[in-house]
Antibody
């Protein structure tokens, strides 16, 4: 079965760090464009980061310099390292496969809450 | 950045109604436009890609049209299971921006 399963969310204090993981099954992460999309409570969708199959990366301006997207080819896993977290980073974080013509596979989401 | 403006932001309709949502891009995006459905507590689901192509397994009552800056998403006959929030997304230029969403419920 083709699926994505995220983990790693939780409650963290402002300025803290978290690493999100997204394990893929049924397809190869490194052969695809992969993304992290977040959704703040009651709000819309925002593309946070993207990693191309060739390894190049993109970051939204709001997270540039604080977040790092990466992948582990052997584990078939996508990561999002989040540092210097702020209250405005509070959201559900989804990983998704980008087929260029749409994000066709999504994980179930993992909640990140930044609060003291 | 390209701004995507959806309308309406919310909509009430009856079962069997034809429902239409529009999405306007702030600049020409050709047909690089997708539509997603998101039910409460769930991840978004891709319904329409490249403005008018139905994703595999999606019921044929869903359709999309448009190109350039103006796009339309239609449900030909609303079903109870269609209650959700719908988002458009442009993927012409990074950041791949989403519309603000249209919340659809049953009248």
């Amino acid at each position: 079965e083709v699926q994505l399963v995220e983990s790693g969310g939780g409650l963290v204090q402002p300025g803290g760090s978290l690493r999100l993981s997204c394990v893929a099954s049924g397809f190869t992460v490194s052969s695809n464009y992969m993304t992290w999309v977040r959704q703040a409570p009651g709000k819309g969708l925002e593309l946070v980061s993207l990693i191309y199959s060739g390894g190049s990366t993109y970051y939204a301006d709001s997270v540039k310099g604080r977040f790092t997207i990466s992948r582990h080819n052997f584990k078939n896993t996508l990561y999002l390292q989040m540092n210097s977290l702020r209250a405005e980073d509070t959201a559900v974080y989804y990983c998704a496969r980008d087929l260029r013509s749409g994000f066709d596979i999504w994980g179930q989401g993992t909640m990140v809450t930044v609060s003291s | 950045d390209i701004q995507m403006t959806q309308s309406p932001s919310s909509l009430s309709a009856s079962v069997g109604d034809r429902v239409t949502i529009t999405c306007q891009a702030s600049q020409d995006i050709s047909n690089y436009l997708n539509w997603y459905q998101q039910k409460p507590g769930k991840a978004p689901k891709l319904l329409i890609y490249d403005a008018s192509n139905l994703e595999t397994g999606v019921p044929s009552r869903f359709s999309g049209s448009g190109s350039g800056t103006d796009f339309t998403f239609t449900i030909s006959s609303l079903q109870p299971e269609d209650i959700a929030t719908y988002y458009c997304q442009q993927y012409d230029i990074l950041p791949y921006s989403f519309g603000q969403g249209t919340k659809l419920d049953i009248k």
